[in-house]
């Protein structure tokens, strides 16, 4: 059972740095979708497109998979054969609850890809040759030092004809577009029931933590790592999800 994110509606003396913990996984999808537009859009569709780039007998990332919501989707769509998915995630608590929805998600249908889930930090995993890989809102989380070296990790996992998706909250180089589009999440955020401390309090839990880029810096950090092509497919106000082409 999933219980309504009021985490940050109480005042705190101290907003300590976000982490994903038990508070947060006990709320998350109540969180994420009423915080990232366009959210369900975008996993939904993430399978959608993987099924046109999996290769059988190859593995399918889901990196940063927190609850399994892209696992899902990759499960319900791609049907190569002796493909499996592996879903990793450096939270203990976000890793168990994940197992525990894929599991009911095997009793729902039949036929499921394989999944293994991993509890590890993505920076410091071996990749095996993989047809598909999603970096979906987890490459903001990790330190921009870091990004490029992973980002040619993964391209060099990446089969010929195989796919990056990468989805990520933007920010704009043009002062005037990141202010609007700023201010239209947050009147997201209020639509969705948000009071202002929320919003206040849970932007200071994420300054530290996580750090968004540019679409130009996206593209061309992944086009230094090797791919040959940068496609955005999406974009709702200032979260976006792009296709990298090796």
């Known amino acids: 059972m ?9 005042p705190q003396p101290q907003v300590s740095d976000f982490v994903f913990n038990e508070d947060v996984v006990r709320v998350f999808p109540d969180m994420i979708k009423r915080s990232v537009p366009g959210y369900p859009t975008i996993v939904e569709n993430i399978g959608v497109l993987a099924a046109q780039f999996a290769q059988p007998h190859s593995c399918l990332y889901d990196l940063g998979s927190s609850l399994g919501a892209v696992t899902q989707a990759l499960r319900r769509h791609v049907k190569s054969e002796g493909c499996r998915v592996v879903a990793v995630d450096n939270s203990a608590a976000m890793v168990t609850r994940c197992r525990e929805y894929l599991h009911g998600q095997d009793s729902m249908f039949q036929e499921l890809l394989p999944v293994d889930v991993v509890e590890a930090d993505i920076l410091a995993l071996e990749f095996q040759p993989a ?7 987890t490459l903001q989380f990790i330190a921009p030092d870091q990004r490029p070296a992973l980002l040619g990790r993964l391209r060099r996992a990446l089969l010929p ?3 990056l998706i990468l989805s990520e909250k933007l920010r704009f180089e043009e002062a005037e577009e990141h202010r609007l589009l700023t201010d239209l999440h947050i009147a997201f955020k209020r639509a969705n029931g948000y009071s202002e401390l929320e919003i206040a309090q849970k932007r200071s839990a994420l300054e530290n933590v996580m750090r968004p880029d540019s679409l130009e810096v996206h593209r061309e950090r992944l086009l230094d790592a090797g791919f040959r092509q940068v496609v955005p497919w999406f974009q709702c106000l200032n979260f976006a999800s792009l296709i990298a082409l090796p």
């Open 131 to 137: 047809s598909l890989i999603a970096l979906n809102f």
């Open 2 to 10: 999933n219980d309504p994110d009021r985490i940050y509606s109480t």
């Open 161 to 163: 004809g195989g796919a």
